[in-house]
């Protein structure tokens, strides 16, 4: 089982510039999220799935979008990116328990110049 | 609104020294508490949790964890550190509803000397 696995690992982006993190499970979750993390401020949740099909904001969703692929798939879309958004994004996922683990990836450096 | 507080931004101990991490949660239901450590680079992995029963949690890596209702404290603590331990360290709490939303607190980043 590969986990939760995110691409890419590192992007530099201009301001303006599209993109989008791409994330993906094995573990057949039913609840995924997005989080970034910046210095002193720990992770804040940007957007979570609960389930296949829904979507929803977490404590910072401004200048962001997400998808829900499939059961497998999260994806979190910068539309215009600005310098404030430079951080280090995760990807999470869990059966979507209150009680239960949350399984990070990797993580994915991203700098707007 | 639920929020973590971890007063401790950077700790450092020597190798072999006791640990204490604190942590402290203000949530108006039960909590469910866990901690989490992320070696540099990597993404974050459970250390242990606390949901009900005993108030003293154990968890990987030598590490455990006390629930104080009365402080709204679950502080991290190990009796020797080691080397490897040098990481930082995140508080959270997860809201008590459907999705298992996590908030976390701003983190300790823990360096140990030889």
């Known amino acids: 089982n590969a986990g939760v696995t995110q691409t890419p690992k590192f992007q530099v982006l201009k301001t303006g510039q599209s993109m989008t993190l791409q994330c993906a499970q094995d573990?057949?979750?039913?609840?995924m999220y997005w989080y970034r993390q910046d210095p002193g401020m720990g992770l804040r949740l940007i957007y979570y799935?609960?389930?296949?099909?829904?979507?929803d904001k977490g404590e910072v969703p401004n200048g962001y979008n997400v998808s829900r692929l499939n059961k497998r798939e999260f994806s979190l879309r910068l539309e215009s990116a600005a310098p404030s958004q430079t951080s280090v994004y995760f990807c999470a996922s869990s059966t979507g328990h209150n009680t239960d683990t949350q399984y990070f990836g990797p993580g994915t450096r991203l700098t707007v110049l | 609104a639920q929020s973590v507080t971890q007063p401790d931004i950077h700790i450092t101990v020597s190798e072999g020294a006791s640990l204490e991490l604190r942590c402290n949660y203000s949530?108006?239901?039960?909590?469910?508490l866990f901690w989490y450590v992320q070696s540099p680079g990597q993404g974050l992995q459970l250390l242990l949790k606390?949901?009900?029963?005993?108030?003293l949690v154990q968890g990987i890596k030598g590490f455990e964890a006390e629930f104080k209702r009365s402080q709204s404290s679950f502080n991290l603590r190990k009796p020797s550190v080691h080397w490897s331990d040098a990481a930082e360290y995140f508080c959270?709490?997860?809201?008590?509803?459907?999705?298992?939303?996590?908030?976390f607190g701003g983190g300790t980043r823990l360096m140990v000397k030889p």
């Open positions: 573990m057949n979750h039913n609840s």
């Open positions: 606390y949901f009900s029963g005993d108030t």
């Open positions: 959270a709490v997860a809201v008590n509803n459907a999705g298992n939303m996590l908030t």
């Open positions: 949530y108006g239901a039960t909590p469910y």
């Open positions: 799935s609960a389930s296949e099909g829904t979507t």
